[in-house]
């Protein structure tokens, strides 16, 4: 008997879910998708009447992204990015081709005067420093990088992000196929993990306000305080490391000791110090290796510095 009593129970509630539905959702196919949107979000109606999922580019994804949650209030309608689109809606010369929404262009383009429309609300946080920026000065576009109207955009997933930087960026494509490189192209890195696209106080569009601070965030055992610090190091990673790939290992612009001779020259090691021969000639280090000795080239805690060509043996 509870058996049964559980079963109309079950047929009841299932009952009350179906009433609650849009009559037209429970009819199938006779009603379309975007009937259904005009219930949810009847300020979108004049525009989903038309555009729906049949569209090369679908629209009503939108829906599924934070553009479209009905609950929150700060949720945009299409007129707040689109305006009303008089022309668009109405097409009064009946053209086939219908003229192209506020938001784009006469050509049927985003203008940088339309990207108003997403700084106008999108001004804060890591967008802050938007103005002025790099990719703001290069008139780059919302869209250009971003898709509004799908829950799935390229450029905010970790294994599309590169492709959509890399369309511009192709330098940098080129290096991430060196053998030495960080694990971009493997999914386990973006490059909004170094890079604020948005703007940044920093260098180079940084996350932190510099180079070694945005390494530090992962490389923090480079970061001491040391007693001695190689200054380059303290200065800029990239004077030594392309963070983007290299044919060296551990992402060194070039092989030691020629990087380390950049700065150092041969002659250090003449006079008394010249062991490695027994000859003071500038041939007695070239071709070998620095890191042989000096290991610790971020810098050391060693208080003997009995490596430290500023300080002479006695």
Not at 26 to 48: F, I, S, W
Not at 254 to 277: M, V, Y
């Amino acid at each position: 008997m509870k058996f049964w009593q559980k079963i109309a129970t079950s047929l009841a509630m299932l009952a009350g879910l179906a009433a609650a539905l849009p009559a037209h959702a429970a009819e199938g196919t006779k009603h379309t998708q975007a009937d259904l949107m005009r219930e949810l979000r009847p300020e979108d109606a004049v525009c989903t009447r038309c555009h729906d999922q049949s569209e090369k580019n679908p629209v009503l994804s939108i829906y599924q992204t934070r553009h479209g949650v009905k609950a929150d209030k700060r949720t945009p309608s299409c007129q707040s990015c689109h305006g009303t689109s008089e022309a668009h809606v109405k097409n009064l010369a009946n053209t086939p081709v219908r003229p192209p929404v506020d938001f784009l262009g006469a050509k049927g383009k985003a203008t940088s005067k339309d990207i108003e429309s997403c700084v106008g609300c999108h001004k804060s946080g890591i967008r802050s420093h938007w103005s002025g920026s790099a990719h703001e000065a290069a008139d780059v576009l919302c869209t250009n990088c971003h898709q509004m109207h799908t829950h799935q955009d390229k450029v905010r997933e970790k294994n599309t992000q590169p492709e959509v930087c890399f369309a511009c960026h192709k330098e940098q494509r080129a290096q991430y196929s060196r053998p030495s490189r960080h694990l971009t192209k493997d999914g386990k890195m973006v490059c909004s993990d170094c890079h604020n696209p948005h703007g940044s106080a920093g260098p180079r569009l940084m996350q932190r306000d510099s180079v070694n601070a945005t390494c530090y965030t992962c490389h923090m055992e480079k970061r001491g305080p040391f007693i001695r610090g190689h200054q380059p190091a303290q200065e800029d990673c990239s004077l030594c490391h392309n963070p983007h790939g290299s044919t060296q290992p551990n992402l060194l612009k070039a092989r030691p000791p020629f990087l380390c001779q950049q700065c150092h020259e041969p002659a250090t090691h003449q006079g008394r110090n010249a062991t490695f021969n027994g000859a003071g000639t500038a041939n007695n280090v070239l071709a070998r290796g620095c890191v042989n000795c000096h290991t610790n080239t971020h810098g050391t805690n060693n208080p003997a510095n009995l490596a430290n060509e500023r300080t002479q043996r006695r």
